[in-house]
Each structure stands twice: as C-alpha cells, then as structure tokens.
C-alpha cells in the first residue's frame, strides 16, 4: 500500500478519540457521553447528523449541566452522504470529535486551540506545510471573517492556504429561517502524492476536509437582519476516520484498521484470499453499508418501511445487492456484521450486548429480501412477457421499471442487468421521472427529515412535549409497564411517539390512554424541572430514555403526581392550556414497536 510523506504521530482511531477528549480536558472542558444516532425529540432528522446535534438546546442558551465547555465523541449517520460512500472519505456512519464553547471562549482560543492540537508534536504533530484553512469571505449581511483570518496567520499559516469563500462553504445557521447563526472556518489536509501545492484549491478532492470551527455570532431575526448574539458559542466537529487514515499515511479511510477486518470477512464469504490492493468501490459500499447498519442497530432501530427502520432496510438492501455483484451466493451478512462488532467493542462495550438481537435481525431481513427478489423476478418475467414477440424496440417502461422497483423492491440497477441479459433495454429516463413525481408526492411529510438544524422550539411544540410526557405515562398506566419508548418526533402540528408493545392497540385502549391525558390536562398541573444526578432520578421512579446522557447530571420532568420522566425539555409551564388531546393513529412501526400519532386541538 502507497504510503505518502507525513510527518504525523502514528495512531489508531481509539488512541485518537482519547487523547482528542485528553486534550481539551486539559483546557477545561467537561467529557460528554455521546448521544444515540436516533434523536430523541428532533423533528427535523432521521438521524444524529453531528455532535453539535444534542446539544441544540444548550446552544440556544439552556445552562448545560456540565458547564460551558464540552467534549464528546458522537456517533454519526449521513443519509445525504450514501450517494458519495465508496469515494475516500464520504461514510454513511462516521464518528465526529467535537468541543464546543457554550457563552465561554470564542473565536481566537477556538482556533488556537484546533491549532495547537492539529499540529503540535505533543498532539497530532501534523505537517503545517500539508494544512489549509478557508474562512467567511463576507457578504451583504456579515462581514468578512477578518478575526478568524488573522488567528490562522498568526500560527504562520500563509495566505495563499487561507481561502476565503461566501455563505455556501464558510456559513452555518437554519436555511432561510430565523435564529443563531455565523461564519465557520474549517481546516484541510493535502492528501496527494508529493509536496502541497502552494496555493489551496477547495475544489481539489486531495484538500480533505478534517474539521469545522462553528463560531454562532449572529442571531437572523424575522426582518432578514443579523444582529449580533448575547451568548456567543463555538461548536466544532472533527472527522474520527478521516483523521485516522491521515495520521497513518493512508490514501482513504477505509485502509484503516477500522476496515481491516470488515474487508477480511468479505473475503471470507466471497472464499478469496486477502487482496491488498486498494478495495473497489463495491466492497467500500459493502463494509460502509454494514457499519453504519450495525450501529443503527445497536441503537435499537430494525428494518421496517418508514423513517429509520426504512433507512436500515435500504442499507442492508443494498449491501446484499452488492454482494451480488461480488459474486457472494447466499446469506452472507452475518458474518460481516460480526466483524463490525469485534472492531468496535472496545470504543463501544454495549455493542456486545445488542450484538445477537443484531445478526438475528439481520438474517431475517436477508431471507425476506431474497423472497421479493424471487417475487421482483418473477414480475419482471411478467413485464417481458407482456411485450409481444415482434416489437422491435424492446424496452421496459419507465413505469413498469418503477413498478418493480416500488412494489417489489427491485432496484433499477438489478432491472437494468435482468433486462440485458434478455436483450431488453429499461427506459431509465422514464423511471426517472416516475421516480421524480413519486417523490415529489411524499415530499411534504419528509420535508428536511435529511437535513440537520436546530429544532424548533415554539409554543407549540414544547405543548406536544408535554403532551408527549402524558401520553408515555398513559399508556403505561393502561397497557403495562412493559411500554418503554423506542423514538419519538414532534413538529409544530403533532406528535408521534414509537413505544415497545406487542399488539395492536384497541380501541378501547386508545379511548381510555385519550381520557386519561385530557383529564390530567383538565387538572393543570404545573411542569416541575429539578436537575439530579442519575442515581437520584433512578431512585425517584423517573421513567425516560437516555439516562446517560449528560454524564451523571440529568432534568427530570414531573407532571403533578402523574408523570416523572428524564428529558431535555422544552415544556409547556402547565399542562392546563395544552387542549384536547387525540390520537389521529396508531400503527406498527416493526416487530413489536407501535407508533401513535396525536395532536392537540
Ligand atoms: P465534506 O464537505 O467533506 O462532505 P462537511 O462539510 O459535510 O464535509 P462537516 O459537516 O463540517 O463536514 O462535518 C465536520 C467533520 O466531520 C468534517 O470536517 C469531516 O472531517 C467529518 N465528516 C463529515 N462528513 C463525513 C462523512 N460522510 N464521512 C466521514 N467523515 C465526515
Ligand atoms: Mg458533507
């Protein structure tokens, strides 16, 4: 393997993260626990897309229990990224490093101390001639970032590495909204061959993106001015993977040792012996799309066909799929996942423990995959049967290749192979197209479910928390304490809530859970926050999920005598202004996980 010149400390990805979080411990900042992939009560994301991600409330300026400066490792999943997985440094899950500053230091010590960690020899000790940086250039609402500019001159960064580029690269904050927001500077490594060339070019792939300084400054108000904010934070994030493979001298990430043996079974499966070159873009697919499904899982996610479960699905879907194309006969994902879970045993100890629910889940998904495929090929038979035997043009619809795809799970991709094979050509323009229309249909119930931001914290919603809280406690009161909740997501309009059950809810089940929030809601109680440390919430009965979360310290919710839960907040003062509770639905989400959607009218 191609190793290029680097003059950095050699290190794995776990002596990484820990002396990432030993470092700015030194400079006083709290370790956070990260949280799970799946976010609690964010509307906005299928997935924790960033470590900046449960923070949000803090950011926005609730006092964090563990102070102002914080450091954590988070686990994360980029849907949006799939598209670029297989190139070097694009995965589905990566880990993020982040510190963030919340009302304490600001923009210089942000950017001495990504400095001082980046390239001293007692730290990371890279190469200041393979480092570029790029700030906010300025515009017609903020200004140039000259402070930021002038921190990275005075590390003797020359000019020419410092590339000053507009709001599209160099600008966080809520698209079009209201709210926080301000300059980010972030900083590249050069990954070609020989020397850096001298000047920095964002555009060229072999300038990799190692890590984001977010400096909130501004505040977006509804006029379309930016005004500055009261308590200005910095929030950072650092890729775990890409800097590993940096550090090692290595093309991509996943000539790591966080791939080695994810490849090494794929090897197995396929019965071939270790290759060292550099693995295609299929295996890549493959070893990403496993990764990330395992993580998902381990975070109690199972395939199914909306919103997370769906997303597992497709991963898993697609690995197969490419297994295929590598020439694997069979169930062959199991294993792979084992190898997932060997290497990161010791960054995540817990994994272990969901580790059999996880290859079960997995196997089962595989079997029933291969079952539609069956069926997707017998239809696709059907489709080519239909077209008499004189046309000359012979091609699948763009509506028939939807069908397939829609219906019976087949991918274009495995239409297109079927349909060469007989001599058929697919109109992949009309499938486009058909695909287009269709996602244009579901557009509005997905809106911005890919992107991240910060949640939104109206009236509105923080009465659906609350609601949320009753609800949770209501069904525990009327099917059992078994009830525990699985996700939950709340936008301006309505809440949804997945909670572990076995069954269908009855109608009169869900009668007696809406009686009984509206009559606690008739009874106004007020909403009690008191902060605990986790023992003490164990012990006051506090229900709830992520009672890790904060490292010890956690908020604890009570509704009168009713409701006692650990939470992030917001809530409503009292209960007694939420209005009429109703459930609008109740389905299943997958295998013994029920979804309630209600509103409050
Ligand atoms: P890029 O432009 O390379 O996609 P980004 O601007 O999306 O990166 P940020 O959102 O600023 O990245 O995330 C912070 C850091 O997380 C990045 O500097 C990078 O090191 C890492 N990172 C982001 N996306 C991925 C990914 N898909 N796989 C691995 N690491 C990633
Ligand atoms: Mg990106």
């Given at each position: 393997?191609?190793?290029y010149?680097?003059?950095?400390?050699?290190?794995?990805?776990?002596?990484?993260?820990r002396?990432?979080?030993?470092?700015?411990?030194g400079?006083?900042h709290?370790?956070?626990?990260?949280?799970?992939?799946?976010?609690?009560?964010?509307?906005?994301?299928?997935?924790?897309?960033?470590?900046?991600?449960p923070l949000?409330p803090y950011?926005?300026?609730?006092?964090?229990?563990?102070?102002?400066?914080?450091?954590?490792?988070?686990?994360?999943?980029?849907?949006?990224?799939?598209?670029?997985?297989?190139?070097a440094v694009?995965?589905?899950?990566?880990?993020?490093?982040g510190?963030?500053?919340l009302g304490d230091?600001?923009?210089r010590?942000a950017?001495?101390?990504?400095?001082?960690?980046?390239t001293?020899?007692?730290?990371?000790?890279?190469?200041?001639?393979?480092?570029?940086?790029s700030v906010?250039?300025?515009?017609?609402?903020a200004?140039?970032?000259?402070?930021?500019?002038?921190?990275?001159?005075?590390h003797?960064?020359?000019?020419e590495?410092?590339?000053?580029?507009g709001?599209?690269?160099?600008?966080?904050?809520?698209?079009?909204?209201?709210?926080?927001?301000?300059p980010?500077?972030?900083m590249f490594?050069?990954?070609g061959?020989?020397?850096?060339?001298k000047e920095?070019?964002?555009?060229?792939?072999?300038?990799?993106?190692?890590?984001?300084?977010?400096?909130?400054?501004?505040?977006?108000?509804?006029d379309?001015?930016?005004?500055?904010?009261?308590?200005?934070?910095?929030?950072t994030?650092?890729?775990?993977?890409?800097v590993?493979?940096?550090?090692?001298g290595?093309?991509?990430?996943?000539d790591?040792?966080?791939?080695?043996p994810?490849?090494?079974a794929?090897?197995d499966v396929r019965?071939?012996s270790?290759?060292?070159?550099?693995?295609?873009?299929e295996?890549?697919?493959?070893?990403?799309?496993?990764?990330?499904?395992v993580?998902?899982?381990?975070?109690?996610?199972?395939?199914?066909?909306?919103?997370?479960?769906?997303?597992?699905?497709?991963?898993?879907?697609?690995a197969?799929l490419?297994?295929?194309?590598l020439?694997?006969?069979?169930?062959?994902?199991?294993?792979?996942a084992?190898?997932?879970?060997g290497?990161?045993?010791?960054?995540y100890?817990?994994?272990?423990?969901?580790?059999?629910?996880?290859?079960?889940?997995?196997?089962?998904?595989?079997?029933q995959?291969?079952?539609?495929l069956?069926?997707?090929?017998?239809?696709?038979?059907?489709?080519?049967?239909?077209?008499?035997?004189h046309?000359?043009?012979?091609?699948?619809?763009?509506?028939?290749?939807?069908?397939?795809?829609?219906?019976?799970?087949?991918p274009?991709?495995?239409?297109?192979?079927?349909?060469?094979?007989?001599?058929?050509?697919?109109?992949?323009?009309?499938?486009?197209?058909?695909?287009?229309?269709?996602?244009?249909?579901s557009r509005?119930?997905?809106?911005?479910?890919?992107?991240?931001?910060?949640a939104?914290?109206?009236?509105?919603?923080?009465?659906l928390?609350?609601?949320?809280?009753?609800?949770h406690?209501a069904?525990?009161?009327?099917?059992?304490?078994?009830?525990?909740?699985?996700?939950?997501?709340i936008?301006?309009?309505?809440?949804?809530?997945?909670?572990s059950?076995?069954?269908k809810?009855?109608p009169?089940?869900?009668?007696?859970?809406?009686?009984m929030?509206n009559?606690?809601?008739a009874?106004?109680?007020a909403?009690?926050?008191?902060?605990?440390?986790?023992?003490?919430?164990?012990?006051?009965?506090a229900?709830?999920l992520?009672?890790?979360k904060?490292?010890?310290?956690?908020?604890?919710y009570?509704?009168?005598?009713?409701?006692?839960?650990?939470c992030?907040?917001?809530?409503?003062?009292?209960v007694g202004?939420?209005?009429?509770?109703?459930?609008k639905k109740?389905?299943?989400?997958?295998?013994?996980?029920?979804?309630?959607?209600?509103?409050?009218?």
């Amino acid at each position: 393997m191609f190793r290029y010149a680097f003059r950095g400390v050699c290190m794995t990805a776990n002596e990484l993260r820990r002396k990432y979080i030993e470092f700015f411990k030194g400079k006083g900042h709290a370790e956070l626990r990260g949280a799970p992939l799946v976010p609690e009560n964010d509307p906005t994301v299928l997935f924790t897309t960033a470590g900046m991600h449960p923070l949000v409330p803090y950011l926005l300026g609730e006092p964090h229990p563990l102070g102002k400066r914080l450091v954590d490792c988070q686990k994360c999943v980029r849907t949006g990224d799939i598209e670029e997985v297989g190139d070097a440094v694009h995965l589905t899950f990566f880990e993020m490093l982040g510190n963030w500053s919340l009302g304490d230091y600001f923009k210089r010590e942000a950017i001495d101390f990504s400095f001082e960690f980046l390239t001293s020899g007692e730290w990371l000790g890279l190469d200041l001639e393979r480092l570029a940086v790029s700030v906010f250039a300025g515009d017609d609402d903020a200004p140039f970032d000259e402070e930021a500019f002038e921190a990275w001159r005075s590390h003797g960064v020359p000019e020419e590495r410092i590339a000053r580029l507009g709001k599209r690269h160099n600008w966080w904050g809520p698209a079009g909204k209201t709210g926080p927001c301000g300059p980010d500077t972030e900083m590249f490594y050069w990954t070609g061959k020989g020397a850096a060339p001298k000047e920095f070019d964002p555009d060229n792939p072999l300038w990799v993106e190692i890590w984001n300084d977010v400096f909130m400054q501004y505040n977006k108000t509804d006029d379309g001015s930016f005004e500055p904010l009261k308590q200005r934070n910095v929030d950072t994030g650092m890729g775990l993977e890409r800097v590993t493979a940096i550090l090692q001298g290595k093309e991509s990430c996943y000539d790591t040792e966080l791939f080695q043996p994810i490849f090494a079974a794929l090897d197995d499966v396929r019965g071939i012996s270790a290759s060292d070159g550099a693995r295609t873009s299929e295996e890549r697919v493959v070893a990403d799309h496993l990764r990330a499904s395992v993580f998902i899982m381990a975070d109690g996610v199972v395939p199914g066909n909306v919103d997370q479960p769906y997303v597992l699905r497709r991963l898993l879907r697609h690995a197969m799929l490419k297994g295929r194309n590598l020439g694997v006969s069979g169930a062959f994902l199991v294993p792979i996942a084992r190898s997932v879970v060997g290497a990161y045993s010791e960054a995540y100890p817990e994994m272990e423990a969901a580790a059999d629910s996880i290859y079960e889940e997995i196997e089962r998904e595989e079997a029933q995959f291969a079952r539609t495929l069956e069926k997707g090929v017998k239809e696709f038979e059907k489709c080519v049967a239909a077209i008499p035997e004189h046309v000359r043009n012979k091609v699948i619809s763009g509506r028939n290749a939807f069908k397939l795809f829609d219906t019976y799970g087949l991918p274009l991709e495995l239409t297109v192979d079927l349909a060469s094979e007989k001599g058929f050509s697919v109109d992949v323009e009309g499938f486009k197209k058909a695909y287009k229309k269709h996602q244009e249909k579901s557009r509005e119930g997905a809106a911005g479910k890919f992107k991240g931001g910060l949640a939104d914290d109206s009236e509105k919603t923080s009465a659906l928390h609350t609601a949320t809280h009753l609800l949770h406690e209501a069904l525990r009161r009327v099917l059992g304490p078994h009830v525990a909740q699985k996700g939950s997501n709340i936008t301006a309009e309505r809440l949804r809530f997945d909670f572990s059950h076995p069954a269908k809810m009855t109608p009169e089940e869900i009668a007696q859970v809406e009686a009984m929030v509206n009559a606690e809601i008739a009874k106004d109680h007020a909403v009690v926050c008191e902060e605990m440390s986790k023992e003490e919430a164990l012990a006051s009965g506090a229900i709830g999920l992520f009672v890790d979360k904060y490292g010890g310290r956690v908020k604890v919710y009570s509704i009168g005598d009713f409701s006692k839960e650990i939470c992030g907040g917001p809530h409503a003062e009292r209960v007694g202004g939420l209005g009429r509770f109703k459930i609008k639905k109740e389905e299943s989400v997958s295998r013994g996980v029920r979804r309630v959607k209600a509103v409050l009218e």
